[in-house]
């Protein structure tokens, strides 16, 4: 077949081969040219996809920034008080001796003088003997205060920390007084900076004076 085409095309005129020849060359020239664009659209449509998705995450980031801009300097400051507050309330530590302190100290504002502290059953790591009183705790040489004042509290110090886990233990708080003195006990304890919970109050009537027997609960904090 191809030798059939070869010797009509030898008997053609020169015009006519010319003619046939740049037909060729032309289908064969657009062919290539084809090929070589279509695939040039292909990756073309491939960049400018990707291109599109670059944008998209950026305004995404931009969006975030927008929305999560950094704090200022009286939020970083409010925070920090926030945090320290938490600190106080809730201590790293369980901290009973400036805890048994303070309670002590509230009592004897309260004219209550005979306060004693227990710790009931069932508990462990306790850092005194069940019935020692809280003045061990004034003069304590961990909590003195080294130019001779008052007794210093210290709290533990921010550690950094954000996942805390809350845990608790009770202390049992005995004495004898009046009723309006037992009311300005509980309002001293619900003012200090310690978080406590009244976990029970048994009352019993003596004269000349109430016997008093208060269970708290106390909390603090595993970082």
């Known amino acids: 077949m191809s030798f059939y085409l070869f010797r009509i095309y030898k008997t053609l005129s020169p015009s006519l081969k010319f003619t046939i020849g740049l037909l060729l060359c032309t289908i064969v020239s657009g062919g290539i040219f084809f090929t070589l664009y ?4 292909a990756q073309l449509r491939s960049v400018r996809q990707a291109l599109t998705a670059v944008e998209d995450n950026i305004t995404k980031v931009k969006e975030l920034q927008m929305r999560c801009a950094p704090a200022s300097t009286d939020e970083k400051k409010l925070w920090k008080e926030v945090h320290e507050a938490f600190a106080m309330r809730v201590p ?5 001796l400036p805890l048994m302190n303070d309670i002590a100290r509230v009592a004897q504002e309260c004219s209550i003088y005979d306060i004693s502290f227990s710790l009931p059953e069932q508990q462990e790591n306790l850092l005194l003997p ?8 004034a003069t304590d040489e961990r909590f003195a205060d080294p130019a001779g004042g008052d007794t210093v509290i210290p709290y533990p110090q921010d550690r950094g920390d954000t996942s805390i886990k809350l845990s608790n233990f009770l202390v049992q708080t005995s004495f004898h007084c009046r009723y309006q003195e037992l009311g300005s006990f509980l309002k001293g304890v619900c003012a200090l900076p310690r978080l406590l919970e009244v976990e029970s109050l048994t009352i019993e009537r003596k004269l000349p004076l109430m016997e ?4 708290l609960r106390a909390f603090y904090s595993e970082r």
């Not at 790293?92 to 009973?96: A, E, I, R």
């Not at 069940?130 to 705790?137: D, K, L, Y």
């Not at 008093?212 to 269970?215: E, G, P, Q, S, T």
Request: no cysteine; net charge positive.
């Open 92 to 96: 790293s530590d369980k901290m009973l």
């Open 38 to 41: 279509h695939s040039g659209i």
């Open 130 to 137: 069940r019935g020692q009183t809280a003045s061990i705790a």
């Open 212 to 215: 008093v027997k208060i269970i």
